[in-house]
């Protein structure tokens, strides 16, 4: 992802974009528990998206996070560096995340 960052000319978008990929990647290996396919590609008006696909069909639930909890928090972190959404199911199952990392993050994972 950092290297097709770079190739891309956008290296403004590292800290969010790598925030972005752990937390959905980490959800494939928590949750879905199957193999994944992570893509980045370049979108409308110079934006990067940035897709992981796995091979579960439950979709996303945000969580409320307790204080002291070490999770729930993923999709407010997504929020807050950038945007998501679901893409395309694959034609074989699963689904697919899509983000859109910005150049910092706009809010704090805790407000």
């Known amino acids: ?45 110079r934006s990067v998206r940035i897709e992981v696909t796995d091979y579960s069909s439950s979709l996303p639930v945000r969580q409320e996070a307790q204080t002291y909890s070490l999770g729930g928090r993923g999709l407010t972190l997504l929020d807050a560096c950038g945007t998501w ?18 150049t910092s993050m706009t809010r704090h994972v805790d407000s």
């Open 1 to 45: 992802m950092r290297d097709c960052l770079a190739a891309m000319g956008r290296p403004e978008l590292l800290e969010c974009a790598e925030l972005g990929v752990d937390e959905l990647v980490a959800n494939v290996c928590v949750h879905a528990r199957t193999p994944l396919v992570l893509t980045v590609r370049r979108a409308a008006n």
């Open 85 to 102: 959404g679901l893409g395309d199911a694959p034609a074989d199952g699963g689904k697919t995340i899509w983000f859109e990392p910005g």
